[in-house]
């Protein structure tokens, strides 16, 4: 299947400090890429979807002025984690779609913890 | 798209089968079932889909109820590494369509 790589695996911050999270398509171009949370023990929750090159939908009762997303190109979308604070640690876990295949290709996910 | 229910937990000795039930009673017509599994702090992997039909792939079977209201995953040969909560979801067939998680049946495969 399709490769999708999140950057970094893991990242540790202090509260108030903005992160970006780097999610990209290795061999395919992603027209929709999703942002998903998973805090422990339980299942993924999705945040936002993304198109290329046009702005992200938000699920209810995701800020979006907190968690900023750009798809600038067909490989690459970040997550901007802005004034992060503790309770924003979790696992984040962006997947890829290339549009044809009906399938989401998963990221290996990006751990944050906010101290 | 179509809630799912699937049990919390499940066991499996290793190298027996693992079934995996999953009831979607209101699935629509142009709706496919989906099985992805999520090792512990990984990403989600694709497992298998399908629409009417049963069907298999290297890694596992789908089974379908005629009535298209309840699935099953057969793994038929468990092993050790396929300790993961999988995780059935119901969704149309166009690759913008979102996934929503349930809570998937966490399956242990033990020695």
């Known amino acids: 299947g399709a490769v999708v790589s999140q950057h970094p695996s893991r990242v540790i911050c202090k509260s108030g400090t903005s992160v970006k999270i780097e999610c990209r398509s290795l061999?395919?171009?992603?027209?929709?890429m999703f942002w998903y949370r998973q805090f422990p023990k339980q299942s993924l929750m999705l945040m936002a979807t993304?198109?290329?090159?046009?702005?992200?939908?938000?699920e209810q009762g995701v800020e979006k002025d907190k968690f900023l997303i750009n798809h600038a190109s067909l490989t690459l979308s970040t997550l901007t984690v802005t004034s992060a604070h503790p309770e924003d640690s979790s696992f984040y876990i962006c997947?890829?779609?290339?549009?044809?295949?009906?399938?989401?290709?998963f990221g290996p996910g990006t751990r944050l913890t906010v101290l | 798209d179509a809630k799912t229910t699937q049990p919390p937990s499940m066991d499996c000795a290793e190298g027996r089968a693992a079934n995996l039930p999953c009831n979607h009673s209101?699935?629509?017509?142009?709706?496919?079932v989906y099985w992805y599994r999520q090792i512990h702090s990984q990403g989600p992997q694709y497992i298998i889909h399908?629409?009417?039909n049963n069907e298999t792939n290297e890694m596992a079977s789908l089974i379908i109820t005629e009535d298209r209201k309840s699935s099953t995953l057969i793994l038929p040969h468990a092993t050790l590494r396929d300790t993961a909560v999988y995780y059935c979801?119901?969704?149309?067939?166009?690759?913008?369509?979102?996934?929503?998680f349930g809570g998937g049946t966490r399956l242990m495969v033990k020695p």
């Open positions: 997947s890829a779609s290339d549009g044809v295949e009906n399938e989401q290709f």
């Open positions: 061999d395919f171009q992603a027209t929709t």
């Open positions: 993304s198109n290329e090159g046009s702005k992200a939908t938000y």
């Open positions: 209101t699935i629509s017509g142009n709706e496919y």
């Open positions: 399908g629409l009417k």
């Open positions: 979801i119901v969704r149309g067939n166009n690759a913008g369509n979102m996934l929503t």
